[in-house]
T-cell receptor, first 110, second 113 residues
Framework: GQQVMQIPQYQHVQEGEDFTTYCNSSTTLSNIQWYKQRPGGHPVFLIQ?????EVKKQKRLTFQFGEAKKNSSLHITATQTTDVGTYFC??????????FGRGTSLIVHP | DSGVTQTPKHLITATGQRVTLRCSPRSGDLSVYWYQQSLDQGLQFLIQ???????AKGNILERFSAQQFPDLHSELNLSSLELGDSALYFC????????????FGPGTRLLVL
């Protein structure tokens, strides 16, 4: 079945530093979604990428979908303490049922 | 607030017991999804219902079952509970398909003792 690897598992940064999490699939994807889960909270949808090579921005967040539609990344510029949480990618193949990565937990030190 | 409600918030029960988790999707959403989140397995898709019909199955155990009712609320039934079933169970809803935005509820935290 479809496998999704997300790295790193944890990332500690000083406030103001950049952060990147990567999501890699063993198969070509139909789309990829990114979610954020705050500690004690539930996953919240951030964005969906569909097209090969697609790049989308939301303020300090930049999302990329690889040319081969097998990988994706989320980059946060100048992290803030409000960015703390776990970032998940959810990759969908032909069935459209998403496989979630294990998530990257971002810890921001003030 | 995502618009998805789940009850109860917390549930403590014993091994061998049966519990029912309830979910009400966002108004207008036809699809409901159930997920299990545990520390060692991450977020695992269990099952999807669309307008009352089962649409897709994931890693759902035979001891678990779900249904979606005519008013579109859904229930997840967990039986013969084991210690390893302790986890956070999320319900999510989307307008139609999993390719669309999924809105997650606050979750039900299940502890099996």
């Amino acid at each position: 079945g479809q496998q999704v690897m997300q790295i790193p598992q944890y990332q500690h940064v000083q406030e103001g530093e950049d952060f990147t999490t990567y999501c890699n699939s063993s198969t070509t994807l139909s789309n990829i979604q990114w979610y954020k889960q705050r500690p004690g909270g539930h996953p919240v949808f951030l964005i969906q990428l569909v097209k090969s090579g697609e790049v989308k921005k939301q303020k300090r967040l930049t999302f990329q979908f690889g040319e081969a539609k097998k990988n994706s990344s989320l980059h946060i510029t100048a992290t803030q303490t409000t960015d703390v949480g776990t970032y998940f990618c959810a990759a969908s193949g032909g069935s459209y049922i998403p496989t979630f990565g294990r998530g990257t937990s971002l810890i921001v030190h003030p | 607030d995502s618009g998805v409600t789940q009850t109860p918030k917390h549930l403590i029960t014993a091994t061998g017991q049966r519990v029912t988790l309830r979910c009400s999707p966002r108004s207008g959403d036809l699809s409901v999804y159930w997920y299990q989140q545990s520390l060692d397995q991450g977020l695992q898709f269990l099952i999807q219902y669309y307008n009352g019909e089962e649409r897709a199955k994931g890693n759902i155990l035979e001891r678990f079952s779900a249904q979606q009712f005519p008013d579109l609320h859904s229930e997840l039934n967990l039986s013969s509970l084991e210690l390893g079933d302790s986890a956070l169970y999320f319900c999510a809803s989307s307008a139609r398909t999993a390719a669309e935005t999924q809105y997650f509820g606050p979750g039900t935290r299940l502890l099996v003792l």
